[in-house]
T-cell receptor, first 111, second 116 residues
Framework: QKEVEQNSGPLSVPEGAIASLNCTYSDRGSQSFFWYRQYSGKSPELIMFIYSNGDKEDGRFTAQLNKASQYVSLLIRDSQPSDSATYLCAVMNSGYSTLTFGKGTMLLVSP | GAVVSQHPSWVICKSGTSVKIECRSLDFQATTMFWYRQFPKQSLMLMATSNEGSKATYEQGVEKDKFLINHASLTLSTLTVTSAHPEDSSFYIC????????????FGDGTRLSIL
């Protein structure tokens, strides 16, 4: 059973702070990792994807991948109230087919 | 780029009705599309993988005769919930992936289905 684990939260941070969201996965053969943001009642929106060990930055977002530790994280700098949402970690299963999603971490950014 | 359109966004209908949901990739070709359902405060549950020109692959526990999937072209997949009942009420979301093995999935806006 391939699993993706996330802390359900909520993770509460003040506006302007750095939010750190973490994810671990069980399938050592996984090569592709994705972070989606989902607002309440809406469908997921792709934030970032990462394939190689290390950091990948896009604006205020940084994805970090450590395949040896089977660990993926998402950092959000200068957090804004509009970042308040559930963040889903998704891991592409071996064979480039389906995604396994974590249950998501709810982020609350207070003004 | 990578826009996925899903229609309708909201359906309310009587028990026993069949409901068709369309998923279109607007600016890319998608050999593979995916159908998910999501219950309140839960994560996405993959129902099936839809491949253009072939039969869909259903996840364990998903009834093939209940949830009919057709992927007739590289830009369109449909999900038909046949003889829907109140327990089928859920948020149904499709996604599509561009050609290329490790491309990300892009999601449609979802369809909220309510069966009375």
């Amino acid at each position: 059973q391939k699993e993706v684990e996330q802390n359900s939260g909520p993770l509460s941070v003040p506006e302007g702070a750095i939010a750190s969201l973490n994810c671990t996965y069980s399938d050592r053969g996984s090569q592709s990792f994705f972070w989606y943001r989902q607002y309440s009642g809406k469908s997921p929106e792709l934030i970032m994807f990462i394939y190689s060990n290390g950091d990948k930055e896009d604006g205020r977002f940084t994805a970090q991948l450590n395949k040896a530790s089977q660990y993926v994280s998402l950092l959000i700098r200068d957090s804004q109230p509009s970042d308040s949402a559930t963040y889903l970690c998704a891991v592409m299963n071996s064979g480039y087919s389906t995604l396994t999603f974590g249950k998501g971490t709810m982020l609350l950014v207070s003004p | 780029g990578a826009v996925v359109s899903q229609h309708p966004s909201w359906v309310i209908c009587k028990s026993g009705t069949s409901v068709k949901i369309e998923c279109r990739s607007l600016d890319f070709q998608a050999t593979t599309m995916f159908w998910y359902r999501q219950f309140p405060k839960q994560s996405l549950m993959l129902m099936a993988t839809s491949n253009e020109g072939s039969k869909a692959t259903y996840e364990q526990g998903v009834e093939k005769d209940k949830f009919l999937i057709n992927h007739a072209s590289l830009t369109l997949s449909t999900l038909t919930v046949t003889s829907a009942h109140p327990e089928d009420s859920s948020f149904y979301i499709c996604s599509a992936r561009d050609i290329g093995g490790d491309q990300p999935q892009h999601f449609g806006d979802g369809t909220r289905l309510s069966i009375l």
